[in-house]
């Protein structure tokens, strides 16, 4: 038989009294685990990028600087920009900072981002031997190069992953009407740092975004043989994801992200980067025809 006590007016069993306050313990547990699991959330930014602004050191520089001024912190994710898109397209990264621009006008138009905006940009560059066997650097352009390395049968180290420099190229062998093919066209599967590593072991050819070659430089066998071609442009922009079809995602976090790196300040910290220990920048902000952080 329960025993029963008088509380104010009415008659409690202390069983039941246990019971509301085990009830109320445990909801006030659920609710302090989900704020902190929301802190969590809320504060944690997850960064796509391609590997690039990883090898150079860049994002070494700037994301400090950011989780500073804001309290986020960036986990960043360097991938080839294949991978990095297809992480958007799933909803499975916060921001992105890539450089393929036909695959990113194709994100936008699946509606899984938002916006674009340029970053900035540089140059890709066909490095090779210095010695030069495919004599690419008498070339007028990089096309006229890439068929004189395939007739030569030169070696030519591929990325081979998806990237935005892989992207870039497969569409110059494009141009060129080469098909890439045979025992001296290999790929790495592997980074821009990994792949400039193996072309200089195997004194062959690769492409490579310029600033990461010029970080490289110091440990490669290898030479700029071909650069400064309009057709290798290479731009950076940033990618805000769709928080309406991936609410899970931290739509402020990369938002303020984004922002951060299309204002002046952190535009001037970029334009300075690598001009002290290489005597010009890694990356350009004063993006060709139009200002830094308007839409492509």
């Not at 700029?224 to 940033?238: C, E, F, K, Q």
Request: glycine share 10%; proline share 4%; with cysteine.
């Amino acid at each position: 038989m329960t025993t029963k006590v008088d509380v104010d007016s009415g008659s409690v069993s202390w069983s039941r009294v246990i019971r509301l306050w085990l009830a109320l313990i445990a909801m006030v547990a659920i609710t302090l685990g989900a704020v902190s699991c929301g802190d969590s959330q809320s504060s944690d930014v997850i960064l796509a990028t391609t590997t690039s602004t990883y090898d150079t050191g860049l994002l070494d520089m700037l994301l400090p600087v950011f989780e500073e001024q804001t309290g986020f912190n960036v986990k960043p994710i360097a991938v080839g920009t294949g991978k990095a898109l297809a992480m958007g397209e799933r909803g499975e990264a916060d921001v992105l900072l890539v450089h393929a621009p036909a695959a990113e006008a194709k994100l936008l138009e699946s509606g899984a981002a938002l916006s674009r905006k340029p970053v900035m940009y540089n140059y890709f560059v066909l490095a090779g031997p210095p010695d030069d066997p495919a004599s690419a650097r008498a070339a007028s352009a990089i096309q006229l190069a890439l068929n004189w390395i395939s007739s030569s049968g030169s070696d030519f180290i591929s990325r081979g992953d998806d990237s935005g420099t892989h992207k870039m190229e497969l569409s110059l062998w494009e141009l060129a009407e080469v098909v890439p093919a045979g025992s001296w066209y290999q790929e790495s599967g592997q980074g821009m740092g990994a792949t400039l590593q193996i072309a200089s072991q195997k004194a062959a050819y690769t492409l490579s975004d310029r600033a990461t070659f010029l970080a490289q430089s110091g440990v490669l066998d290898l030479a700029i043989v071909s650069g400064r071609d309009d057709a290798l442009l290479n731009t950076y922009s940033v990618i805000e994801l769709n928080g309406d079809r991936f609410p899970e995602i931290n739509v402020k976090g990369g938002k303020a992200f984004a922002e951060f790196l299309v204002s002046p300040e952190t535009q001037a910290m970029i334009r300075d980067f690598g001009v002290e220990q290489y005597g010009e920048p890694l990356f350009i902000t004063e993006l060709p025809g139009r200002a830094p952080g308007t839409s492509q």
